[in-house]
C-alpha cells in the first residue's frame, strides 16, 4: 500500500443522513468556479436526484466543467427526458457498466462503480455511503436509510481530485491538474488517508486497512457496517484483538433492506460471541452505514461495506481520518447507534450455531471461500457509457 499517503492539515466534519449531507453538497456546487466532479452508485429520478440534476444543471450552463459517474447496475431507471436534460446543460454524464436488461432483471451485479465521491474546486471533497435517493432522508419512513459521509477540506481535497479526475479519463482531459496546496489550506489539525479500492490501484487496500487497525488496537474496535461478512483473516483479527482484551463491538443490521444479508452475517454470530466480540443490531430502521473507530485516534468512514463484493470486486473509497477530535465524535454517533440496538445473547442463537465444532467448521470454510471470490473471477476492462447530447 505504499502508493496511500497520509496528508496532513486537513478539516474533516461528520454528516449523517441527507439531512446533513445534501445541502452541503448543494452549496458547495453552488459555489463552484472551476470544476465539480461527482460519482454515485445510486442516482434515483426523485425529490433528491432532480434536485441534484437542477443544481449541476445550473454549475455546467454557467461553465463549470461538470462530470456526473454514475453505476448502471445501482441507476438503471433514469429516463431519456432526466439524462437529456443533464447532457443538453453541459453535464458530462458517464454510465460504469450499463449492461443490458434480461426480461427486466439487471444481470451486471458483480464488479460495480459503488464509490459516492465528490469534489468541487480544490476547496472541498466528500466521501461516504450515502447516494443521491429519497430514501436517505427520514421523511422517507420507517425503511429511510441511516448513513454517514464526511465532507473534507485541506490538501486532501486536491489528492482526492487527482484520483477522481484521473478515473473520469477522457471526459476530464481538459480540467486543469488539482494545484497545490497553499499554506492558508492546511490550517486543519486532521490527518487523512484516501483509500480507493479497485482491482488495479489498491485489489486489497481496504481490507489490509482495517487489519493493520484491529491487529494493532490496544482498547476498542467499534465497526458499523450494513453488510458485514468478511474474508477469513480480517474475521479472525477481531477474534483475536477480543481474546486479548480489546472491547470489540459490531453494529449491524436487524431491520435489513435485504434478508439475506443478515442471514449471511448470522452464520458468524456464535463464533464471534465465544471469542468475546459484542453484536448489536440496528432496528430502528435499514443500517447502511460504513464506519469504524480504533482506539481514540483512528476512523473510517466511506462506502466499503466488510463483504466479498466491496472487499474484492466493486470499485470503492473510504477515508480513515487521524484525529482525537474526530474519532470522539463518531464515537458518540456509534454509542446513540447502539442505544438504539438489540444485543444478541448466546442463548437467542440458531441451535445448531450453539455447536462449536459444526460452527467452527462452517465459518472457516465458507470465509475461506468468499475471500477467494476475487481472485477466481476474471477480471473485466472497466466500461463507460458516455452520453452525448445526440442521443437524445
Given amino acids: 500500500m505504499a502508493h496511500l499517503e497520509w496528508t496532513h492539515g486537513n478539516t474533516v466534519q461528520l454528516l449523517e443522513n441527507g439531512e446533513q449531507f445534501f445541502p452541503r453538497?448543494?452549496?458547495?456546487?453552488?459555489?463552484?468556479?472551476?470544476?465539480?466532479?461527482?460519482?454515485?452508485?445510486?442516482?434515483?429520478?426523485?425529490?433528491?436526484?432532480?434536485?441534484?440534476?437542477?443544481?449541476?444543471?445550473?454549475?455546467?450552463?454557467?461553465?463549470?466543467?461538470?462530470?456526473?459517474?454514475?453505476?448502471?447496475?445501482?441507476?438503471p431507471a433514469l429516463s431519456d427526458a432526466f439524462l437529456c436534460r443533464l447532457t443538453s446543460a453541459g453535464v458530462r454524464v458517464r454510465i460504469f457498466d450499463p449492461g443490458a436488461a434480461v426480461l427486466g432483471q439487471q444481470l451486471n451485479l458483480l464488479r460495480r462503480m459503488h464509490r459516492k465521491l465528490i469534489v468541487v474546486d480544490d476547496s472541498v471533497a466528500f466521501v461516504g455511503g450515502i447516494n443521491f435517493s429519497a430514501?436517505?432522508?427520514?421523511?422517507?419512513?420507517?425503511?429511510?436509510?441511516?448513513?454517514?459521509?464526511?465532507?473534507?477540506?485541506?490538501?486532501?481535497?486536491?489528492?482526492?481530485?487527482?484520483?477522481?479526475?484521473?478515473?473520469?479519463?477522457?471526459?476530464?482531459?481538459?480540467?486543469?491538474?488539482?494545484?497545490?496546496?497553499?499554506?492558508?489550506?492546511?490550517?486543519?489539525?486532521?490527518?487523512?488517508?484516501?483509500?480507493?479500492?479497485?482491482?488495479?490501484?489498491?485489489?486489497?487496500?481496504?481490507?489490509?486497512?482495517?487489519?493493520?487497525?484491529?491487529?494493532?488496537?490496544?482498547?476498542?474496535?467499534?465497526?458499523?457496517?450494513?453488510?458485514?461478512?468478511p474474508g477469513y483473516r480480517l474475521f479472525r483479527d477481531l477474534c483475536k484483538a477480543a481474546r486479548r482484551g480489546v472491547a470489540v463491538t459490531l453494529v449491524l443490521q436487524g431491520m435489513p433492506d435485504m434478508k439475506s444479508v443478515r442471514f449471511a452475517a448470522t452464520l458468524l454470530y456464535g463464533h464471534l460471541l465465544r471469542a468475546g466480540v459484542e453484536v448489536h443490531e440496528y432496528c430502528a430502521r435499514p443500517l447502511h452505514g460504513k464506519i469504524a473507530i480504533v482506539d481514540d485516534s483512528w476512523s473510517t468512514v466511506g462506502s466499503s461495506n466488510l463483504d466479498p463484493l466491496s472487499l474484492a470486486l466493486n470499485l470503492e473509497a473510504n477515508v480513515v481520518i487521524d484525529s482525537d477530535r474526530f474519532n470522539a465524535q463518531l464515537a458518540a454517533r456509534l454509542q446513540l447507534l447502539q442505544e438504539q440496538c438489540r444485543r444478541i445473547e448466546p442463548e437467542a442463537l440458531p441451535r445448531w450455531t450453539r455447536w462449536p465444532a459444526l460452527s467452527s467448521f462452517i465459518v472457516f470454510h465458507v470465509l475461506r471461500w468468499v475471500s477467494l471470490v476475487g481472485r477466481w473471477l476474471p477480471r473485466r476492462t472497466q466500461k463507460f457509457k458516455v452520453l452525448t447530447r445526440a442521443e437524445h
Fill in 135 to 229: 430514501d436517505h432522508l427520514m421523511d422517507f419512513g420507517n425503511m429511510a436509510k441511516q448513513d454517514y459521509a464526511v465532507a473534507l477540506s485541506g490538501p486532501v481535497v486536491s489528492r482526492i481530485r487527482a484520483f477522481m479526475r484521473s478515473a473520469a479519463g477522457a471526459e476530464a482531459r481538459d480540467i486543469p491538474e488539482p494545484r497545490a496546496p497553499m499554506p492558508s489550506q492546511c490550517a486543519g489539525a486532521d490527518a487523512v488517508l484516501f483509500a480507493p479500492r479497485d482491482d488495479k490501484i489498491s485489489p486489497d487496500g481496504i481490507e489490509q486497512i482495517y487489519r493493520r487497525a484491529i491487529c494493532g488496537a490496544r482498547t476498542r474496535v467499534c465497526i458499523a457496517n450494513a453488510y458485514f461478512f
Fill in 25 to 75: 453538497v448543494a452549496d458547495a456546487i453552488a459555489n463552484a468556479r472551476e470544476v465539480v466532479l461527482l460519482e454515485t452508485f445510486i442516482l434515483l429520478e426523485d425529490k433528491v436526484g432532480i434536485a441534484l440534476a437542477e443544481a449541476l444543471c445550473a454549475c455546467a450552463a454557467r461553465g463549470v466543467k461538470t462530470v456526473l459517474t454514475i453505476d448502471g447496475f445501482g441507476s
